[in-house]
């Protein structure tokens, strides 16, 4: 009889801790990266070092490449659940009806420098000459517009090319193609050495533009707040670690991108210049960012014009959790 009943209390146990709530439960999120780049180290950094399922996100990160417009269209058919992209690609998408909406920036002014052969010194010199972008409609030609506005230039002041990616950018370069590219991370310091003149550096202007967002759609933070919230956690964690511990984040990405001792001094440096000028400890997405990729984008879609820039941008999250005190916690020595 008693080992009856023990028996019997042993099933009803076993079938409670079944059903029973796990604490050590991971909830799922997929996240989509436009690029293998250094450009997402505190992304790779949080998932190496385990900082995403220290808040109990099991965190699955997507390259889906094409220039961030399939990551957008992953996640609205909820194929992921997080992205991160350019501002304009989900700014644009929210205008088309897409529940698109930026919870957080990465970098929110253009990781670009515009640089030319040494025999243009100034940005007058550029007129008549040709200058090299990845496509017409990138990131690196809206860069270039807004500069020869700000220089008080018109795009038929110089020649356009589409070149395609920087490394092809510097080809053309070494081949006089072009005069002057607007390039990216690692080329812009591969072309630095090699004696090419820097015109502009984005990150020494007052200039905001999103160049890559943490985007989510309304719809999943109303109904995942809680989670979306402790992934940002992993993710603040991940930006802190990159800013504080250089040597050992290179280290990650190094392994992450399968760099060559060849190229690790680019990534040195590539990882450097975000630490510094770019990583915010606090990646609140940037409403003037906004206003100005809407200023572009209304050429194409009239819907931009006038458009409140807050209507793009959820920040509660990340206000919430800055509120909490959990950002000094990460900062204190």
Do not use: C
Request: aromatic fraction near 6%; charge should be positive.
């Amino acid at each position: 009889m008693i080992t009856r009943l023990f028996i019997g209390w042993f099933f009803v146990l076993l079938a409670m801790s079944a059903l029973a709530p796990r604490s050590d439960a991971q909830d799922k999120i997929s996240m989509g990266l436009s690029s293998v780049s250094a450009l997402h180290t505190a992304t790779w950094v949080a998932q190496e070092r385990g900082l995403f399922r220290k808040y109990n996100i099991d965190a699955e990160i997507i390259v889906t490449g094409q220039g961030g417009t399939a990551g957008i269209a992953a996640l609205l058919a909820n194929d992921i659940q997080m992205v991160s992209s350019a501002g304009d690609l989900l700014a644009a998408a929210a205008l088309r009806g897409g529940d698109t909406v930026m919870v957080a920036g990465v970098v929110n002014k253009g990781l670009q420098r515009i640089l030319a052969v040494p025999e243009i010194k100034t940005p007058a010199d550029l007129k008549g000459k040709r200058v090299g972008v990845t496509r017409i409609g990138a990131v690196s030609h809206v860069v270039l517009l807004m500069m020869l506005q700000r220089w008080k230039m018109s795009p038929n002041d110089v020649q356009i090319l589409q070149v395609g990616s920087s490394p092809n950018m510097l080809v053309s370069l070494d081949k006089k193609g072009i005069e002057a590219a607007v390039l990216t991370i690692p080329s812009m310091f591969v072309a630095e050495d090699r004696g090419y003149r820097v015109l502009l550096d984005m990150a020494d202007t007052d200039i905001f533009y999103l160049h890559t967002m943490i985007g989510t759609t309304r719809n999943y933070i109303k109904n995942n707040r809680d989670k979306v919230s402790r992934f940002l956690k992993g993710y603040l964690e991940g930006l802190a670690f990159v800013k504080q511990n250089r040597r050992e984040s290179i280290e990650i990405v190094k392994k992450k991108l399968r760099i060559g001792a060849e190229q690790e001094r680019n990534l040195e440096r590539s990882i450097e210049l975000l630490s510094t000028k770019y990583y915010e400890q606090m990646p609140y997405s940037s409403l003037r960012g906004v206003e100005t990729v809407l200023g572009f984008i209304e050429k194409d879609n009239p819907k931009a014009k006038g458009a409140d820039p807050k209507s793009f941008v959820d920040d509660s999250l990340l206000r919430e959790i800055e509120a909490s005190g959990f950002i000094k916690t990460l900062y204190q020595k």
